[in-house]
C-alpha cells in the first residue's frame, strides 16, 4: 500500500450511536471461564483504528476484557483521538495510551499483537492488509469493504499470512441465532426450500441539511486522510456526518450491505449454500437523492440456487427484519428482538449428543482473544465475512444494472456478462492501492 434500560432499549439506542449496529456488552471474565487477570506480559495488545461511534463501542468492550489491554488508538478526527485515550487511560488507571493520526504509525509498532478496525467501509481494505503485512491479527468491522474484489483481497491476505480475522457480526456470538442456525442445519424444519431476509434501510435518513457547496475543514480533522482512496471531492459536513456517509457511494455501499451483511451472514450460516453456490440474482431498487446521498434506499432481491433454494432478500419496510428458515416440516424466524417458530415446540428442542453445535462462542470480543491465544478460526471468520458482504454487493449491482445475473463463487465472477463484472472492482483515487 501507498501513500430501567432494557436490552432492546440498549440494542436500538446503542446502534443509533455507532452506526446502526449493536455490540454486546462487557461480562465479568467469571462468565467466560476466565481464571482471573493473566500477566500483564500475558495480555493481547491491541491498538484501535478508528474511533468514531462504533470504534468506541468495541473499544470499551475490550478495555473491559481482562485478557487484553488497549495500548494505542488512532482517528482522523483529534477530538475523537483525545477522548478514546481518556476512555482508555480512565479504565486503566495509567496515562500510556498513545494517539495517532495516521494508522500506518499505529500498525508499525512490534509490540501490537492485534488490531480494532472501525473506520468508514471504504477504508476497511486498505487498512486490513496492511495490518496482515504488519503480522496483526484483526476485529474488523463489517463489510469487509465496497466491492466484492476488496473483499477477496482481504480474505486471500488473511488467509495466505494465517492471521485470525474475526468480522463484528456478533450475532453469532448471541444463543437466539446459534439456535435457529442450528434448527435449520440438522433438518429439524425438512428441507429448506425458501429463506427470507430483511434489514433497516430507508427508515435512516440523512442528518445534514446545511448548504452543499464547498465548507472549511474544521480545525483538527484531517479531511484528506478521512477521504482517503475515496474521490477527491471538497469538504461539506454532510459528506461526513451519521449516518448521511453511509448512504453515500462514495464511502460505502450502502444499508443493502452494510446492514444487510449481519443478517445475510445467519442465512448463510444456517444454509451453506446461500453463500457458497451457484446462483440467479436480480434486485428492484430504489435510490437516495437528499443532499450528497446516492446509494440504494428500499430494495427486493431475489437468489435463486441450483438446488430449489430461494432467498428473498428486502428492506426491513417490505418483510420482517431478521432471518427466516422455512422448510417442508416448519420455520424459524430469528432477529435482535426474539426467536419464533412453526411448530412452537421447536423452540423447546433438545439437540441430540450427534447433532451438529455451531459455536460455543458467548462473547463476539472474547472469543477473538481467545482464538488469538489457540490460532483458530473465531466465530464470525474470514471466509463468512466474505461471503455475507458478497452477498450485499451482488445484491445491488443486479440492481444497478437491472438485471438477472449469474453469479458463479467458485470463480468469483458473473457469467457472461462483462457490465457486471466490471463492477465488481472499484477504483481508488488520490495515491493508493492496495
Same mark, same amino acid.
Given at each position: 500500500?501507498? =501513500?430501567?434500560? /432494557?436490552?432492546?432499549? @440498549?440494542?436500538?439506542?446503542?446502534?443509533?450511536?455507532?452506526?446502526?449496529?449493536?455490540?454486546?456488552?462487557?461480562?465479568?471474565?467469571?462468565?467466560?471461564?476466565?481464571?482471573?487477570?493473566?500477566?500483564?506480559?500475558?495480555?493481547?495488545?491491541?491498538?484501535?483504528?478508528?474511533?468514531?461511534?462504533?470504534? *468506541?463501542? =468495541?473499544?470499551?468492550? @475490550?478495555?473491559?476484557?481482562?485478557?487484553?489491554?488497549?495500548?494505542?488508538?488512532?482517528? *482522523?478526527?483529534?477530538?475523537r483521538r483525545r477522548k478514546a485515550k481518556e476512555i482508555v487511560d480512565g479504565q486503566y488507571g495509567a496515562s500510556d495510551c498513545a494517539m495517532y493520526a495516521d494508522f500506518?504509525?499505529?500498525?508499525?509498532?512490534?509490540?501490537? $499483537?492485534?488490531?480494532?478496525?472501525? &473506520?468508514?467501509d471504504h477504508w476497511h481494505a486498505l487498512v486490513a492488509t496492511a495490518a496482515v503485512k504488519a503480522g496483526k491479527d484483526m476485529y474488523c468491522e463489517k463489510p469487509l469493504g465496497v466491492s466484492v474484489e476488496e473483499g477477496r483481497i482481504i480474505r486471500d491476505a488473511v488467509r495466505g499470512a494465517k492471521r485470525v480475522f474475526q468480522t463484528g457480526t456478533w450475532q453469532r456470538s448471541q444463543r437466539k441465532f446459534q439456535q435457529a442456525c442450528e434448527l435449520a442445519r440438522n433438518g429439524y424444519l425438512g428441507k429448506i426450500h /425458501?429463506?427470507?431476509?430483511?434489514? +433497516?434501510? %430507508?427508515?435512516?435518513?440523512?442528518?445534514?441539511?446545511?448548504?452543499? $457547496? &464547498?465548507?472549511?475543514? %474544521?480545525?483538527? @480533522?484531517?479531511?484528506?486522510?478521512?477521504?482517503?482512496?475515496? %474521490?477527491?471531492?471538497?469538504?461539506? +459536513?454532510?459528506?461526513?456526518?451519521? +449516518?448521511?456517509?453511509?448512504?453515500i457511494w462514495d464511502y460505502c455501499a450502502g444499508f443493502i450491505t452494510n446492514w444487510g451483511v449481519h443478517h445475510l451472514d445467519i442465512a448463510n450460516w444456517g444454509c451453506p449454500e446461500i453463500g457458497s453456490g451457484p446462483c440467479e440474482v436480480e434486485c428492484k431498487a430504489t435510490y437516495r437523492h437528499e443532499g450528497f446521498t446516492d446509494n440504494v434506499e428500499t430494495w427486493n432481491a431475489t437468489f435463486r440456487y441450483t438446488s430449489g433454494l430461494t432467498m428473498r432478500f428486502t428492506d426491513s419496510k417490505q418483510q420482517k427484519s431478521g432471518c427466516r428458515f422455512v422448510g417442508d416440516q416448519g420455520w424459524v424466524h430469528v432477529d435482535r428482538e426474539?426467536?419464533?417458530?412453526?411448530?412452537?415446540?421447536?423452540?423447546?428442542?433438545?439437540?441430540?449428543?450427534? $447433532?451438529?453445535?455451531? *459455536?460455543?462462542?458467548?462473547?463476539?470480543?472474547?472469543? @477473538?482473544?481467545?482464538?488469538?491465544?489457540?490460532?483458530?478460526?473465531?466465530?464470525?471468520?474470514?471466509?463468512?465475512?466474505?461471503?455475507?458482504? /458478497?452477498?450485499?454487493?451482488?445484491?445491488?449491482?443486479?440492481?444497478?444494472l437491472g438485471q438477472k445475473l449469474r453469479w458463479d463463487p467458485k470463480a468469483g465472477r458473473f457469467v457472461g456478462n462483462d457490465e457486471a463484472n466490471q463492477r465488481l472492482s472499484r477504483p481508488m483515487h488520490n495515491g493508493w492501492r492496495l
Open positions: 500500500m501507498t =501513500n430501567s434500560c /432494557t436490552r432492546r432499549w @440498549f440494542l436500538r439506542h446503542a446502534a443509533l450511536a455507532a452506526g446502526a449496529v449493536g455490540v454486546p456488552l462487557p461480562i465479568a471474565s467469571s462468565a467466560l471461564g476466565g481464571q482471573g487477570k493473566p500477566a500483564p506480559s500475558e495480555r493481547i495488545t491491541i491498538g484501535c483504528i478508528g474511533v468514531g461511534g462504533m470504534g *468506541t463501542a =468495541n473499544m470499551r468492550v @475490550f478495555v473491559g476484557l481482562p485478557e487484553c489491554r488497549v495500548v494505542a488508538v488512532c482517528d *482522523t478526527y483529534e477530538d500506518r504509525e499505529l500498525l508499525a509498532r512490534k509490540d501490537i $499483537d492485534a488490531v480494532m478496525i472501525a &473506520p468508514q /425458501t429463506v427470507e431476509v430483511g434489514a +433497516p434501510g %430507508p427508515e435512516y435518513r440523512p442528518s445534514y441539511r446545511g448548504p452543499l $457547496d &464547498p465548507q472549511p475543514v %474544521p480545525k483538527g @480533522f484531517d479531511w484528506e486522510m478521512w477521504r482517503g482512496p475515496a %474521490p477527491a471531492k471538497p469538504y461539506n +459536513p454532510g459528506r461526513v456526518a451519521w +449516518p448521511d456517509w453511509y448512504l426474539g426467536i419464533w417458530a412453526e411448530p412452537e415446540s421447536l423452540l423447546k428442542l433438545k439437540l441430540k449428543p450427534n $447433532d451438529l453445535r455451531l *459455536t460455543e462462542a458467548k462473547h463476539h470480543q472474547d472469543d @477473538f482473544l481467545q482464538c488469538v491465544r489457540s490460532r483458530k478460526d473465531p466465530v464470525s471468520d474470514i471466509d463468512a465475512a466474505y461471503a455475507a458482504s /458478497t452477498l450485499g454487493l451482488l445484491a445491488d449491482i443486479a440492481a444497478r
